[in-house]
């Protein structure tokens, strides 16, 4: 029995001793976050910001230390966010729905494992277009909705470890056209790709106990249950 409603934020505050225990409940999200990362080129020039929206507890951290940017991250929790700040990110308390943030003040702007989670998708994609500047990009990661990835993901993730217990929401879920629709609304151009883990790392993980970092997210031709988004933000 669950001891929220599902998508409750409170459980990130329970589940803090996760996000850098290896092999805990969070070990998918690193592989998704080493994959994010991958789309994030090196910085142009100095002074270069990159705002991490829904950072967690700062999983994206060693995968963009060495590009060049001053690293923000935005979350809700407190607790994830003191995680985050020893990884080496600027650490802000804040919604994503209502980002504390000026106009065109981030060159990369990033939302990973985010969107399948709030509760105003448009709202949330107007205020990661409006902070990005005219030319950044942003890069997205988020779960389809369809019955497959409510299998995978809700079903089947949670009986068998892969995700928390009511982490996540079913009825959020984002299907990648309308999330192109949105993002194009405020000047940007999304393009998706499907991805998914790799069945050896999921084994050697869930089955062998062992090696969990050896999983890795990599692209796949259906967007059913993972895709990846990339988009860069027009002058209108």
Request: aromatic residues 6%.
């Amino acid at each position: 029995m669950l001891s929220m409603q599902r998508n409750d934020p409170r459980q990130y505050d329970d589940l803090a001793g996760e996000w850098w225990r290896p092999g805990g409940d969070f070990e998918v999200l690193h592989w998704l976050a080493a994959a994010r990362a991958a789309l994030i080129p090196d910085a142009a020039g100095p002074g270069r910001v990159l705002l991490d929206a829904g950072c967690g507890g700062g999983l994206l951290a060693p995968h963009v230390r060495d590009k060049g940017y001053r690293h923000v991250g935005v979350d809700l929790g407190r607790i994830g966010l003191g995680q985050a700040s020893g990884r080496g990110l600027a650490p802000v308390n804040g919604d994503v729905t209502r980002l504390p943030f000026k106009d065109g003040s981030a060159d990369v702007v990033v939302a990973g494992e985010i969107l399948e989670h709030v509760t105003d998708l448009p709202g949330t994609v107007a205020e990661l277009s409006r902070v990005l500047r005219p030319g950044g990009l942003v890069v997205i990661d988020t779960v389809n909705d369809t019955v497959l990835s409510r299998l995978i993901t809700v079903t089947l993730g949670e009986r068998l470890g892969v995700a928390p217990v009511g982490l996540h929401d079913p009825a959020l879920f984002v299907p990648p056209g309308l999330l192109r629709s949105e993002f194009a609304r405020h000047g940007v151009t999304l393009r998706t790709r499907g991805v998914r883990p790799t069945v050896s790392g999921l084994f050697r993980w869930l089955v062998l106990k062992r090696d969990p970092s050896a999983g890795k997210i990599v692209p796949t031709f259906s967007t059913a249950v993972l895709y990846q988004g990339v988009g860069t933000r027009h002058d209108r």
